[in-house]
């Protein structure tokens, strides 16, 4: 059982368009992570949301935590090529240790 | 600093060998841990360090020996790897409890 769901999957876009990755699970999480991942390097992380409604915003990127902090969303505002590569959301469980991970969106942005 | 470091790079090593893998950060975390990232699937972990104290085991087969020397250092010990056991392996770290964990830009694993 996937703790975390992410769609879409695979998202291409051209250049300029805006997109939107979800990240949904029926458990409720202590907090939420995304992090953008290129080819053979770690993943670096973008944002962390805590507060259920919280909304963050990073330049063009805006993350949002469900009022019942099951769900986030992470929206780009006219993407340019610079923002390919694998997305992730991951979630902690109360105050263990474990990092759980969705499977991913991989977004590619045509120029 | 925010910064994780792992060597080697990239490691290529035959089913007999025994290598070990390195991690180090300097950002004060206590807990440290291992991931293993298959080509296009999210990382999945492997170990967890919480004070120098191994503290979560997922499972992992007993040919990965991890090792936690100091609170700054984290190493993965393999012996008699399979094919399959190629991977991009991820060091990371984080304050106990979290909820942000640091991650260094891995190891690719060729096991042949």
């Known amino acids: 059982t996937q703790l975390l769901e992410q769609s879409p999957q695979f998202l291409s876009i051209q250049e300029g368009e805006n997109l939107t990755v979800y990240c949904n699970s029926s458990s409720v999480f202590s907090s939420l992570q995304w992090y953008r991942q290129e080819p053979g390097e770690g993943p670096v992380l973008l944002v962390t949301?805590?507060?259920?409604?919280e909304v963050k915003k990073l330049k063009r990127l805006t993350f949002q935590f469900g009022d019942a902090r099951k769900d986030s969303s992470l929206h780009i505002t006219a993407a340019q090529p610079g923002d390919t590569g694998l997305y992730l959301c991951?979630?902690?469980?109360?105050?263990?240790?474990?990092?759980?991970f969705g499977k991913g969106t991989l977004l590619t942005v045509n120029p | 600093d925010t910064e994780v470091t792992q060597t080697p790079k990239h490691l290529v090593m035959g089913m007999t060998n025994k290598k070990s893998l390195k991690c180090e950060q300097h950002m004060g975390h206590r807990a440290m841990y291992w991931y293993k990232q298959k080509a296009k699937k999210p990382p999945e972990l492997m170990f967890v360090y919480s004070y120098e104290k191994l503290s979560i085991n997922e499972s992992v087969p007993s040919r990965f020996s991890p090792e936690c020397p100091n609170s700054s250092l984290l190493n993965l010990h393999l012996h008699a790897l399979q094919p399959e056991d190629s991977a991009l392996y991820l060091c990371?770290?984080?304050?106990?409890?979290?909820?942000?964990?640091?991650f260094g830009q891995g190891t690719r694993l060729t096991v042949v």
């Open positions: 990371a770290s984080s304050h106990p409890g979290g909820p942000e964990a640091f």
């Open positions: 991951a979630g902690v469980k109360g105050s263990n240790y474990k990092l759980t």
């Open positions: 949301v805590v507060t259920g409604g």
